[in-house]
């Protein structure tokens, strides 16, 4: 196995700036100096919505480059809040974009949901992931309600079981890879 550190792809299902769940992405990160490099998809907003009408030779390049992105990773780390009980609609539009692919099949994948709430959500992430055929554990999948209480203004984790998992999950992505 190479020394050089493994391409982690992290998609945030928050689109607001300096989210906790962006936060989350960069404590992350932070963890993984040296042995994981984790790059954020900061372009769900530009994905068309979701037409199964549109042939696969027809897609446009930036569903093709999403789609990519995420076959070119090592790995790929999905951080959302709920909204409504559900997963964000952009999220959710950016996922049905790879159903007629396999490029989340046996993809090392960190699934974590950090909300207010978040219950509702990480259910439905949970199986729409592995419906798509994902690699992953219980380590890899976080559930975070009352997120906003386990960052400081600054966005860094102060919630020491928090911090305890987040180094987890680093170690098993790394082991997983």
Not at 1 to 29: E, F, H, V, Y
Not at 65 to 89: M, Q, W
Not at 113 to 131: C, D, I, P, R, Y
Request: aromatic share 6%.
């Amino acid at each position: 196995m190479s020394n050089s550190p493994k391409k982690i792809l992290a998609i945030c299902g928050s689109t607001r700036t300096n989210s906790a769940n962006a936060q989350l992405i960069d404590a992350i990160a932070s963890l993984a100096t040296g042995s994981l490099t984790i790059t954020v998809y900061n372009s769900l907003t530009a994905l068309p919505y979701f037409n199964q009408d549109i042939p696969d030779d027809q897609i446009s390049e930036t569903v093709n480059h999403f789609r990519n992105t995420i076959k070119e990773a090592d790995g790929v780390l999905i951080c959302t809040p709920e909204y409504v009980f559900s997963l964000p609609g952009i999220l959710k539009n950016a996922i049905e974009w790879t159903v007629s692919t396999t490029v989340f099949s046996d993809k090392p994948t960190a699934l974590i949901t950090a909300s207010s709430s978040g219950e509702k959500a990480h259910e439905s992430l949970l199986l729409v992931m592995n419906t798509l055929g994902i690699k992953t554990n219980t380590d890899l999948c976080l559930h975070i309600p009352g997120v906003k209480s386990k960052l400081n203004a600054q966005g860094k984790v102060i919630n020491t079981d928090l911090q305890q998992k987040l180094e987890k999950l680093v170690e098993c992505f790394k082991s997983m890879i």
